[in-house]
């Protein structure tokens, strides 16, 4: 621009190197940002890629709802320490005080519509607000440990699972693949087969599968992971029960349950020895591990959903009180950058009005496979 | 702004605090952009880089009030006479675009946790309160606000580099050491001798002070 600049008129034989030194130095930060976004890298998993392919998996997007886990129910409640965690960690909830929750009980898949006596996984997510302010997440489920130990085997998980366009079902050959480049899926696998099915939310056991720190009031950092342990009683469902059983069978047991009294689960803490793993989910620690009960979990009331106060909380279980942190185990820290990007997309869809029926505004279809 | 003032009454250099403020900033802002894009795009960096993310964003916001005081207190330096109507124009828009970006994105990222219903933590235990209510709809318009406003900064922060580094390089004017350094004495006055003496330099000393 300044060919008619007389100040510049000396400089005009070098400005093409100076020209050309700032294209690079300007262009080479837009480039490491494009990298970093993984612009440049179409085959680099991002937690957009993951989500995506979580709705590929669900053979449609259900607007509004989560992509996984998207059918469940609101709950409230209160935990109540037991004074036995203070040891522990110096969360303030582990104190002999009520903690209130605002939570949510689901079943896994995609569809808020599925069956739930086809739902081999449930789940208990609580967002738990202390009385000093600070709030602990947790999003915990049925399985007792992780079925795969990376990040990119779960996606290859997900992916293999997907349904095939032309038949409507996974493939069975990318299924026998994914089973062959991970055979530490056997342990889940073997789980998901022979572990009996209980007959309510209220009597099912929720694991926080992923190893935590706990940090005490006197700095003494232990490995833990936790689980919630139903005082109901247990009983058993057969196949051919789940396969009468009404799709809802799972909400309408929980407002009979609780039409009649609050439903409590003990948190118990298992403490990791030097050496236990804490970075692989799927492996789960030996059982002579010392347990500590620490508080019990009680659920008062439940609301429908697409109304309740869980359907616009994202249950990041890296949002985390003083005297707890999140471990090394990749899948943590996968958890909660996926669910991040399934909150913002069903946010926007209900934002963007194409959520009627995951805000009630238009009824349910049934419940369908 | 600095067109009805004489020449010789303006200050060469921008003071120090904006000096300071300027570069510290830059390398803030810089930063808080690759934490930003990169924290949204890595399964394994997220928790790390959003518990960075959230203090350093307020820490702007911050350094951003004090910045617009000091620079509505003290005069910049004039752009150079020569430079053509379209690059002052081009300057003095994304000088403002930058102050507006400074604060807006910080305060849309506190509104946009406080809608989403997450906690504003700053360090572990302590958090700021929400400052709008927890909403789907409010959430959804702020989190895609943050995101287009981030890479409009970005684009204005790039073009910013290029002109400044254009004005360095290749018109080799006053713009660039302007920001880059204080006032240096006067050829005339290479003996030590306090700056702020040499006439030429009072209006930035003065500021400096």
């Excluded at chain 1, 979990?297 to 999140?326: F, H, K």
């Excluded at chain 2, 808080?32 to 990169?38: E, Q």
């Excluded at chain 2, 927890?134 to 895609?144: E, I, K, M, Q």
């Amino acid at each position: 621009m300044p060919v008619n600049d007389p100040a510049d008129a000396p400089m005009t034989r070098h400005r093409w190197p100076a020209l050309l030194a700032i294209a690079l130095i300007v262009g080479g930060v837009a480039l490491a940002f494009g990298w970093i976004a993984g612009w440049l890298t179409p085959g680099r998993l991002t937690p957009q890629r993951f989500t995506n392919a979580i709705e590929s998996g669900n053979g449609q997007i259900y607007r509004g709802y989560r992509r996984a886990h998207a059918k469940g129910v609101c709950v409230a409640g209160y935990f109540e320490g037991n004074g036995q965690g203070v040891a522990l960690s110096s969360a303030r909830l582990f104190a002999p005080v009520r903690t209130p929750f605002a939570g949510r009980l689901s079943i896994a898949g995609g569809s808020p519509y599925g069956l739930d006596g086809k739902a081999r996984v449930r789940s208990m997510a609580l967002e738990l607000n202390s009385d000093d302010g600070q709030q602990w997440r947790m999003a915990m489920n049925s399985f007792p440990f992780f079925g795969v130990s990376t990040v990119s085997a779960f996606y290859e998980q997900t992916r293999a699972n997907t349904p095939d366009p032309a038949t409507g079902k996974p493939d069975p050959a990318k299924q026998a693949a994914f089973l062959r480049a991970h055979p530490e899926f056997a342990r889940f696998a073997s789980w998901a087969k022979s572990a009996p099915w209980s007959t309510s939310w209220a009597n099912t056991t929720f694991n926080g599968v992923n190893a935590f720190r706990f940090i005490n009031a006197r700095g003494d950092v232990r490995n833990v992971r936790w689980s919630m342990q139903p005082q109901a009683a247990f009983a058993a469902m057969t196949a051919e029960q789940r396969a009468a059983a009404d799709g809802n069978f799972l909400s309408e047991d929980l407002q009979a349950r609780l039409a009649r009294a609050p439903l409590r689960w003990d948190m118990v803490v298992t403490l990791a020895q030097p050496g236990d793993p804490t970075a692989d989910p799927a492996q789960p620690w030996p059982e002579d591990r010392q347990h500590v009960t620490v508080g019990t979990v009680v659920i008062e009331s439940s609301t429908p959903q697409a109304n309740g106060a869980c359907r616009d909380i994202n249950y990041d279980p890296l949002v985390l009180p003083t005297g707890v942190q999140g471990s090394d185990d990749p899948i943590l820290a996968a958890r909660s950058a996926v669910y991040s990007v399934s909150f913002n997309r069903r946010e926007h869809d209900i934002a963007s009005g194409k959520a009627d029926t995951a805000v009630g505004k238009t009824a349910a279809p049934e419940a369908r496979p | 702004m600095n067109d009805l003032h004489p020449a010789r009454l303006a200050p060469r250099h921008f003071n120090l605090t904006a000096r300071v403020l300027h570069w510290s900033m830059a390398l803030a802002i810089l930063a808080m952009l690759f934490v930003g894009i990169g924290m949204v795009t890595s399964l394994s960096l997220r928790p790390t880089l959003v518990s960075l993310h959230r203090p350093l964003g307020i820490a702007i916001l911050l350094l951003a009030i004090v910045r617009l005081v000091n620079r509505l207190r003290h005069r910049p330096p004039p752009l150079p006479a020569d430079l053509p109507r379209v690059q002052v124009l081009a300057a003095k828009a994304s000088h403002w675009l930058l102050y507006a970006l400074m604060f807006a994105m910080p305060l849309i990222g506190w509104s946009m946790l406080s809608a989403g219903g997450y906690p504003v933590t700053m360090f572990k235990g302590f958090n700021l309160p929400p400052i709008v209510p927890h909403d789907a709809t409010v959430y959804a318009a702020l989190r895609g606000a943050h995101t287009w406003l981030a890479l409009l900064l970005f684009a204005t922060v790039l073009l910013h580099l290029a002109a400044a580094l254009f004005h360095a390089w290749v018109r080799r004017d006053e713009v660039f050491p302007s920001m880059a350094r204080g006032a240096s004495p006067t050829p005339a006055s290479a003996a030590p001798e306090p700056a702020g003496v040499s006439p030429r330099d009072s209006g930035d000393n003065d500021a400096d002070s």
